[in-house]
């Protein structure tokens, strides 16, 4: 789908001169957004642009979105959400394992990690933005997280006091550690040991059969 | 020790008018620049107002310290150094917990929070001070929990075939995490938690005996 479509929602067949649903709307605005973040980046996303590709007017835009941030943040969720969905295939290595490596090549092989740089970064000096980010963002992504863990948990694949919450810092925390202080590399072995460490601890005994 | 001394080098008794040892200027700044930042963060922070009270002049503080970015960084390095030195009592999970609550002090307790997750934030997209970041603290942070973790390695004490640097991620990483994007608090809960999970694993098998 080119996010170059010009076709303004009045003219979309069958639809006549009524408003179309809000929802709706909504949808093809983080739409546009989340294509336009993972083909360029953050730099070139304007709301002139957005509401050019998504047939609306800017107004509607602002009204929903107070902030370029805020409207990032919400289609780049959106855009990612599918890619960086939980798998429950009941073992909880195997889907920590292929969801983190999901969520690594998001990072390493598209826009998706200098976007998230670059708006944690702008956060640490900017309040609003820092709030926005955790509200439609990180808060989110960590809700997620905690309830796939909490699942094995509740299994017993996790131990009973273990605090969820912990886990989310040590794994997706670990990654976003190397993408925004890059001294060590994200890498797919990286992915693997995060994984290993956790689960089977590291102390001089061997590995858990998990 | 007041950091607004205003002795001049130069009239320091006994010393006559002779340059005073590069080492020992360095270090007055070092110090000077630490003092400064642990009292009051970083945005107080000037090229003018370190080289009055450590007594140098500017172009000599531009010779050493191309930016206030790479000068903040070198008197917060040493400014914190025997603060987050790691001990070895031979015990690691001991000394990881130790080392690590007053890592989370400094970060929670002091303006070394603030003053980090600025620098890491402006470091997303000032290339300059990235590398400055990563040469003058993260780097040597690095180096000096990986020697401690070698040693436990070395000694059996953690097992022989795991990488040190991501362990690295998962203990420290996991609390700038959480210092980064504040969704959850830094707390003496949560670096037990960081160490134990680690250490000991977090499948439902009971805790290991390190």
Known sequence: MTHEAKTPAAVREGRGRGRRPADEVRA??????????????IA???????????????????KW????????????????????????????????????????????ETPGGRILAELIGQSQTDQELAAAYRALYS?????????RLER???????????????LVDQLWGAVYHRLLIPDEPVT??????????LLDGVTGRGPATC
């Not at 797919?188 to 460490?197: E, R, W």
Request: charged share 25%; proline share 2%.
């Open 28 to 41: 093809d605005v983080l739409r546009a957004v989340g294509d336009l973040l993972l083909a360029e980046g």
């Open 44 to 62: 070139e996303l304007t709301f002139e642009r957005v509401a050019r590709v998504a047939g609306v007017s800017k107004t509607t835009l602002y």
């Open 65 to 108: 979105w107070p902030s370029k941030g805020a409207l990032a943040l919400d289609g780049y969720f959106h855009a990612v959400e599918q890619t960086l969905a939980f798998p429950d295939t009941g073992d909880i290595r195997a889907d920590l394992l292929s969801q983190l490596r999901a969520f690594a090549r998001v990072l390493t």
């Open 139 to 147: 808060s989110q992504r960590r809700r997620l997280a905690g309830e």
């Open 152 to 166: 094995a948990r509740e299994a017993g694949q996790l131990r009973a006091d273990v605090d969820v919450q912990v």
């Open 188 to 197: 797919d072995d990286f992915v693997t040991a995060l994984v290993g460490n």
